[in-house]
């Protein structure tokens, strides 16, 4: 099997990976509620509507509409995307009535008011209901017609009364703290940082040159993994806001916003290391050799400070002892880099920039110690 084919089956089955991952994503139970909630509040507008007063019963289709844009995993995000949404519908509205009044709907008020709304919803104003601004405002133009007055008070009640009743929903039935997830995967990432590092010092003892090139490829996906888990982590703290869950203060973040600043610049010098040693095995333009003498003491620093970044959230004797093993590790590659500088009379090289990064891993995993 060549590289190339390997490399064709690595993607493949990372491809598999991440739709698998993706599908367990959406049926997570965090997930499940949500689509229950949504399920509910749409139900329960869908019943209120045809009972409000005058006119607004005859347009009960738009309350199950404004229940499910008022649906959101965290009740921050709930109550702002439903105050935007009923913002937008009252610029659109007016915009619309403003025509109405004066020239009335033709063949270039029509357009015009489309293009002016679709200009407001560029301003930011409106968040999750800038849409809205010229849907709305065609809504009432086209679908209105005559009975545009009517109509308009319809369709912003009944969406009114939609993201009154999924706030409702959203508030009686309090969404999940995401602080578990996201502190999760923070765990996780350390242990793929873990992992791609054994992996590099696994590559650094085959014959030279490597064989595999998957840790050079994986690099790449680290500063991806790292937004992800950004991402996930606030959306954890915008949970917490205004959720009865997180009122008793057991959901705190701060440790884990600390744990994951450590990681991502231990991230960013492990993907140095990759890029260095890349250079180094497919002698890239700017690339230096690494010396065959350094092949040992740079596998074992890199396997002794992979383990030290796997039992970073431990305590236990066998932590301490790999913190041990892994500055004596870095301390023996330091003195076989500087016998290769003096031998070779050559100072640079990957050799020191590797050393150099696992130096300063250990030093920030000691400085959280």
Not at 260 to 268: P, R
């Amino acid at each position: 099997m060549t590289r190339q084919d390997d490399g064709r089956m690595t993607t493949s089955s990372g491809t598999t990976r991440r739709g698998f991952e993706s599908l367990r994503n959406a049926f997570r139970s965090a997930r499940l509620l949500l689509a229950a909630k949504a399920a509910l509040a749409v139900g329960i507008a869908w019943a209120v509507a045809p009972h409000m007063p005058g006119v607004t019963d005859e347009y009960p289709y738009y309350a199950p509409l404004g229940a499910l844009l008022s649906m959101y995993p965290t009740l921050m995000e709930s109550a702002k995307s439903g105050l935007q949404t009923l913002l937008g519908l009252v610029v659109g509205i007016a915009l619309a009535l403003a025509v109405v009044v004066t020239v009335g709907p033709n063949w270039w008020t029509i357009p015009l008011v489309a293009g002016i709304g679709v200009l407001l919803s560029g301003t930011g104003w409106f968040g999750a209901g800038q849409e809205y601004v010229p849907i709305a405002a065609l809504f009432v133009l086209i679908i209105g017609g005559q009975d545009s007055d009517d109509y308009s008070l319809g369709y912003l009640s009944q969406m009114a009364v939609g993201v009154a009743v999924g706030l409702a929903v959203n508030l009686l039935i309090a969404p999940s703290v995401l602080t578990g997830a996201a502190a999760a995967r923070v765990s996780t990432f350390r242990r793929q940082l873990a992992r791609h590092l054994h992996e590099i010092g696994d590559a650094v003892s085959e014959p030279w040159p490597p064989e595999r090139d998957g840790w050079a490829r994986d690099a790449a996906a680290l500063a991806d993994t790292s937004r992800e888990v950004r991402r996930a982590l606030d959306e954890a703290d915008t949970s917490r806001k205004g959720n009865p869950r997180a009122m008793r203060g057991r959901h705190d973040t701060s440790d884990v916003h600390d744990r994951l600043e450590a990681l991502e610049l231990i991230a960013v010098r492990i993907r140095d290391i990759s890029d260095a040693l890349a250079d180094a095995v497919w002698q890239r333009a700017g690339g230096l050799g690494l010396n065959p003498q350094l092949a040992e003491p740079l596998s074992e620093a890199c396997h002794r400070v992979a383990d030290c970044i796997d039992h970073d959230e431990d305590d236990s004797a066998e932590a301490h002892r790999s913190r041990e093993g892994a500055a004596r590790a870095v301390r023996i590659l330091l003195e076989a880099v500087d016998q290769v500088s003096v031998s070779s009379g050559q100072a640079i090289g990957p050799g020191v920039l590797i050393c150099m990064h696992l130096r300063r891993i250990l030093l920030l995993l000691r400085s959280r110690g």
